[in-house]
């Protein structure tokens, strides 16, 4: 059965984060947030209740029901919307997503922007499908919106890919958008990881977390076997996931608890994974291996099996 919080748990986990003086932050994060439901509320219903209950609200979606979603979330009010798009290549957007639609997401992302929703861009980096960045880039800066330039997370069942598709966002930036006017800025005060900023020509924002910043000082992470490779601070998020379980740890299942006052951070943004599955199934090019980090948590994804039958 796929598991959802329920509308109900929100509120509760909602006014107690409140109450207790919490990140006025609040994320509603992958999987896809959208697919959720509660009877005949959905997301709108959530972004409605957060932001009338003064918290600066964000969610990230795969886009591809914004065509569908953009003009309720814009009127519930959301402040910023963050699209997770990783190629602008069609072959290889259907090949990494596991079989998803550009041109649909292509579309919920114009309107989104059509209708004044402040968009970012989440983009995974894989090495060797980044020729497009500085396509993309140029869309960044013709629309004036916001890209984030994502590490690879590693996960254990992502672990043999992991060496050879790993390229750093230093890395992307020095050899796909050489000569390109990009002029850093001083970073805006965030938790988690330092980032370091760049502002492109006509006012758009380039951006990357530096991945040696993450904070790995807690008692869990001294002993954790994935101290090496793990690549969210302990703490960065606290993430409340579909079962009402929550945790400080992106990776660990072990670590997550129903006891919020136990982990609880006031300055750590509270993100909801709201939706026990996927619409896509994001993954390693030509194959069947999906890099995404709730991988391992008993959720529901589609099959990549028909991904690797397209010939790149
Ligand atoms: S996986 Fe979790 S507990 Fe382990 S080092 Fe990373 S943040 Fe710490």
Redesign the pocket.
């Known amino acids: 059965m796929i598991e959802r919080i329920s509308f109900e748990d929100i509120l509760k986990i909602a006014d107690w984060w409140k109450e207790s003086g919490g990140s006025s932050k609040v994320e509603i994060a992958a999987l896809e947030p959208t697919l959720w439901k509660d009877g005949d509320r959905d997301i709108c219903d959530i972004v409605k209740y957060l932001k009338e209950n003064g918290f600066i609200v964000s969610i990230t979606t795969n886009g591809s029901t914004l065509s569908k979603y953009s003009k309720s979330i814009k009127e519930a009010g959301v402040d910023l919307l963050r699209i997770s798009w990783h190629s602008l290549d069609d072959d290889v957007f259907k090949d990494i997503t596991g079989g998803g639609n550009q041109e649909i997401v292509v579309r919920g992302l114009l309107k989104s922007i059509e209708l004044g929703i402040n968009v970012k861009i989440n983009r995974v980096l894989l090495r060797g499908y980044t020729k497009d960045i500085r396509d993309k880039v140029g869309l960044i800066d013709k629309y004036k919106l916001k890209i984030k330039l994502l590490d690879l997370y590693w996960t254990p069942s992502s672990n043999d890919f992991y060496e050879k598709y790993y390229i750093s966002p230093q890395e992307v930036i020095l050899n796909e958008l050489d000569g390109f006017y990009l002029e850093k800025v001083d970073n805006i005060e965030a938790s988690g990881r330092s980032r370091v900023t760049y502002r492109t020509k006509n006012g758009g924002v380039v951006e990357y977390k530096v991945k040696e910043s993450?904070?790995?000082n807690?008692e869990?992470?001294?002993e954790?076997?994935?101290?090496d490779?793990?690549?969210?601070?302990?703490?960065?998020y606290f993430r409340v996931f579909p079962d009402s379980s929550a945790s400080?740890?992106?990776?660990?299942k072990d670590?997550a608890t129903y006891d919020y006052s136990s982990i609880f951070k006031e300055e750590t943004p509270l993100r909801f994974v709201l939706e026990g599955r996927c619409n896509f199934n994001c993954g390693f090019p030509g194959s069947k291996t999906s890099w995404c980090l709730k991988q391992g948590r008993g959720f529901s994804f589609p099959s990549r099996k028909e991904v690797i039958k397209i010939e790149l």
């Open positions: 993450a904070e790995k807690h869990y992470c001294k954790c076997k994935f101290k490779e793990c690549l969210e601070g302990y703490g960065d400080l740890c992106y990776l660990r670590l």
